[in-house]
């Protein structure tokens, strides 16, 4: 029996030091391209941190390292060390990580000044294509950016550039509500239903632009129609604009619509 177990220990010992020794020479020594991809698909878990951090130190300016590695710390939300090591993948190749940088200034953070200095940034170093930042349109993206601070008259220039961009028929519907939106914000209540029922024509599900209009058209007294919007508001509620990781500027919850009929009923009293 002890003769058997001295075996059963040499064999592990031995396996493991075979593990132990495969592990590290492909931490080490496999092609950076290799590692790189072993550690994205492991995004987050402490092997795929210690595979970045031999990247990162075997080849200091392998940008796409450290942005790569900030993507978890950022869906966590611990921006601090995120945007630490993203800082430093915007510095090495700022053409290739400023889009996502100032997306998440936008959408995360709401820091939408620098959000913009960012877009601006990028867009001045490809003058030569529009940017899509993450998959958006940038002049959709800066538009939002706008509409954050207030800069209604601006946001509507960046998003009627966006649906130059992209024609009407293939830009984000949301660019619409948007549009209405900012126009809703600076009284001009017809054009604001106008641009919201640009959205509708692209999907009659839109429950943002079916809530825009309600609004406007409370302020136009027409009651009849803010009452058919706001149900359909609320009849499409599950269709509207949401995400898993963040709250969109313009998101639209059940409690608005509820709180909106109410005022309805207020007006009908009158």
Known sequence: MKKFLKVFKLILTVLFFIYTTLLLSFMFLSPKENRFNFASNLQGVYLSQTVFNVLTFQFPNYSDAYFEQSVP?????????????????????????????????????????????????????????????????????????????????????????????????????????????????????????????????????????????????????NIDKAKEHILNSELNIGYKRNDPYKEFQNELYLSEIHQFKQELMRENEK
């Open 73 to 221: 710390f950022n869906k966590r939300g611990e921006f601090a060390r995120g945007f630490e090591l993203l800082n430093i993948a915007v510095e090495l190749d700022p053409s290739l990580h400023l889009g996502y940088r100032g997306y998440m200034k936008l959408r995360f953070l709401r820091d939408y000044k620098n959000a913009l200095i960012d877009f601006n940034r990028l867009d001045s170093l490809t003058s030569n294509f529009v940017d899509a930042p993450w998959g958006e349109d940038i002049d959709f993206l800066r538009g939002e950016c706008y509409f954050g601070i207030k800069d209604y008259s601006k946001a509507i220039i960046c998003l009627e550039r966006s649906i130059e961009n992209n024609t009407e028929d293939w830009v984000d519907l949301n660019t619409f509500v948007y549009l209405g939106l900012c126009e809703y914000e600076l009284g001009n209540y017809e054009k604001s239903v106008s641009e919201h029922n640009r959205a509708l024509k692209q999907s009659v599900n839109t429950p943002e632009a079916h809530f825009g209009l309600a609004q406007a058209y409370l302020k136009l007294n």
